[in-house]
């Protein structure tokens, strides 16, 4: 079930999305965020010591309390790409001196068994994101969308969109001030993402979309949730295990203490224990 792959100086080959049995170390996005870039000049590799990954294994069950996604309700038709659009119907309040406070949000434990019926999905950079109305973003501040509640729902799209932007985003620094939790895990991320471009050579379906998720675990302070990316190029299924911290009034991302978001990266050849959920 688990291999181990030997240390190597070579670049990571950044080409290919996820296949079936991924070394963890083998490219630094592939660790880090949902998206797999597509090999470009502009792009600097990073060479990250190799480490252990699993693959192929069965999704967890559902956790209790919840009704399993396999017998949930089918999710609503989502919108297509071409139609979706270019920014989330959401206020928008930038500040000169910084973001101010989210709005007061009711707390809820109950676990979603299927996507929200109020999302808008629109495109970051190639990536398809949700945003509610109900459950967020609620306020969008160039780069940084922020604001969600404080609900199971509210942290399954923190971490989607938050995880996608402090990787894709222009200005990824404030998303990472902002929005990522400050710690060893911070700092190793902003060191190894200052040596990387992303600025240019974007492949248009070079990135994973989400495809559906699960509800690890969560509690008002802590979230853990699992989200499933398709590669359109070739059809792979890869799950990232993604924990949001509620943080003074919002979540925010805690990536792993080597800057990584996830602690493993899973193949999987189905959607059989996830809630299926996409805009693309």
């Given at each position: 079930?688990?291999?181990?792959?030997?240390?190597?100086?070579?670049?990571?080959?950044?080409?290919?999305?996820?296949?079936?049995?991924?070394p963890?170390?083998?490219?630094?996005?592939?660790?880090?965020?949902f998206?797999a870039l597509?090999?470009?000049?502009?792009?600097?590799?990073?060479?990250l010591?190799?480490?252990?990954?699993?693959?192929?294994?069965?999704?967890p069950?559902a956790?209790?309390?919840s009704?399993?996604?396999?017998?949930?309700?089918?999710?609503?038709?989502?919108?297509?790409?071409s139609?979706?659009p270019?920014?989330?119907?959401?206020p928008?309040t930038?500040?000169?001196?910084?973001?101010?406070?989210?709005?007061?949000?009711?707390?809820s434990?109950?676990?979603?068994?299927?996507?929200?019926?109020d999302?808008?999905w629109t495109?970051?950079?190639?990536?398809?994101?949700?945003a509610?109305r109900?459950?967020g973003?609620?306020?969008?501040?160039?780069?940084v969308?922020?604001?969600?509640?404080?609900?199971p729902t509210?942290?399954?799209?923190?971490?989607?969109?938050?995880?996608t932007?402090f990787?894709?985003?222009?200005d990824?620094?404030?998303?990472?001030?902002l929005?990522?939790?400050?710690?060893?895990?911070?700092?190793?991320?902003?060191?190894?993402?200052?040596?990387?471009?992303?600025?240019t050579?974007?492949?248009?379906?070079g990135?994973?979309?989400?495809?559906?998720?699960?509800?690890?675990?969560?509690?008002?302070?802590?979230a853990?949730?699992?989200?499933v990316?398709?590669?359109?190029?070739?059809?792979?299924?890869q799950?990232?295990?993604?924990?949001?911290?509620?943080?003074?009034?919002?979540?925010?991302?805690?990536?792993?203490p080597?800057?990584?978001?996830?602690?493993?990266?899973q193949?999987?050849t189905?959607l059989?224990?996830?809630?299926?959920?996409?805009?693309?």
């Amino acid at each position: 079930m688990t291999t181990t792959s030997r240390r190597s100086s070579e670049p990571p080959d950044l080409s290919t999305p996820a296949s079936p049995r991924v070394p963890r170390g083998a490219a630094f996005w592939a660790a880090t965020v949902f998206v797999a870039l597509l090999a470009v000049p502009t792009v600097i590799v990073l060479a990250l010591p190799d480490r252990d990954s699993t693959a192929d294994r069965q999704p967890p069950p559902a956790p209790s309390g919840s009704t399993g996604p396999a017998s949930a309700a089918a999710p609503p038709p989502m919108p297509s790409t071409s139609s979706m659009p270019s920014t989330p119907s959401m206020p928008s309040t930038p500040s000169a001196t910084g973001p101010g406070r989210c709005p007061a949000t009711p707390v809820s434990r109950t676990l979603p068994t299927r996507p929200p019926d109020d999302v808008v999905w629109t495109v970051f950079h190639g990536v398809a994101e949700p945003a509610s109305r109900e459950h967020g973003p609620h306020r969008r501040e160039g780069d940084v969308s922020r604001c969600y509640t404080r609900t199971p729902t509210g942290a399954l799209i923190a971490a989607w969109q938050i995880a996608t932007r402090f990787v894709l985003a222009d200005d990824w620094r404030r998303v990472v001030r902002l929005q990522v939790m400050p710690g060893s895990g911070r700092d190793a991320y902003v060191a190894q993402r200052s040596r990387v471009r992303t600025d240019t050579g974007r492949a248009a379906g070079g990135y994973g979309q989400l495809a559906a998720f699960a509800i690890a675990s969560y509690t008002p302070e802590v979230a853990t949730v699992q989200l499933v990316s398709r590669f359109a190029a070739t059809g792979h299924l890869q799950v990232n295990t993604v924990t949001v911290v509620w943080s003074g009034d919002d979540w925010r991302l805690r990536l792993q203490p080597d800057g990584s978001i996830s602690p493993s990266l899973q193949a999987v050849t189905s959607l059989a224990g996830f809630v299926p959920w996409g805009g693309v």
